[in-house]
């Protein structure tokens, strides 16, 4: 949905838009993988006609529950994903001036915002508190998400918080922008397992998430859908649609 979210983007939507609006229209199904997403598809394009199914992300819970954890002296918190503006790295780096001595923020990724993300963090004389790690392996991934106490998500647009699931699958809890596919599975998750904060929340409104959120323990994962749940819904779809020939999925 939107038009993109950064220069490179929104020329890119201009040409996707015509093109995807045909190919919407030649569906029998769409399948989206948030009511967020649908929502935007069917607000970006007026009369559709084939039916729409939300069919959430699944997680590989037993990969992110069975990592073994670093060994670190410090508090982790991790922020993890594509390193754009939009994603608002710099909020969650800068939480970490309101943060105990004993906390420490990971920021996970690359991308084009990267080198502005890493002088922000040298004019602020935050190098001890908060490290770039840059692209790390799925392992590693892992392993820090089963390290970090608490997963930071500011990001002003998603169509679906992933990184919000593999944290609660790794047993950590969440703090996250306010935006609807957070909000979403926040309410689809036992209370106080995400956290929500305003999507320009402060620094300092960031770190007191981050320690209220950290203090709550690990949340369950008995509600998280594996990827074969995800595939048997779809794979239902496929099939409901197998009666009517000549139309793509």
């Keep these: 949905g939107g038009a993109g979210h950064s ?3 929104r020329v890119a939507y201009g040409v996707y838009r015509p093109v995807s609006r045909l190919l919407f229209g030649a569906c029998a199904h769409i399948v989206c993988g948030s ?6 598809l069917v607000r970006d394009f007026p009369g559709l006609t084939a039916p729409v199914t939300v069919v959430p992300y699944g997680v590989d819970v037993s990969a992110f529950a069975e990592a073994r954890p670093f060994e670190v002296a410090a508090r982790v ?5 594509r390193m754009e503006p939009y994603k608002q790295f710099d909020r969650v780096a800068l939480a970490a001036e309101e943060l105990p001595e004993d906390n420490e923020i990971l920021l996970l990724g690359d991308g084009p915002a990267r080198r502005d993300l890493e002088q922000l963090i040298a004019r602020h004389g935050l190098g001890r508190r908060v490290r770039c790690l840059g692209r790390v392996s799925d392992e ?12 930071v998500s ?3 647009y998603e169509s679906f918080g ?9 047993g950590i809890p969440v703090v996250a922008s306010d935006i609807p596919a957070h909000r979403e599975i926040a309410e689809s998750c036992p209370p106080g397992t995400v956290h929500l904060v305003s999507i320009d929340a402060r620094p300092v409104d960031i770190a007191q998430a981050i320690l209220s959120a950290s203090s709550n323990g690990s949340p369950a994962r008995a509600w998280l859908r594996s990827w074969d749940d995800v595939a048997s819904q779809v794979l239902g779809i496929y099939q409901s649609v ?3 020939p000549g139309r793509c999925v």
């Design 7 to 9: 220069r490179v983007a």
């Design 35 to 40: 009511a967020a997403e649908a929502g935007a």
């Design 77 to 81: 918190a991790i922020a993890a994903g």
């Design 140 to 151: 590693d991934l892992r392993r820090w998400f089963r390290t970090a106490k608490v997963l």
């Design 154 to 156: 500011m990001s002003r």
């Design 162 to 170: 992933l990184t919000l699931i593999e944290a609660l699958a790794a």
């Design 242 to 244: 197998l009666d009517r």
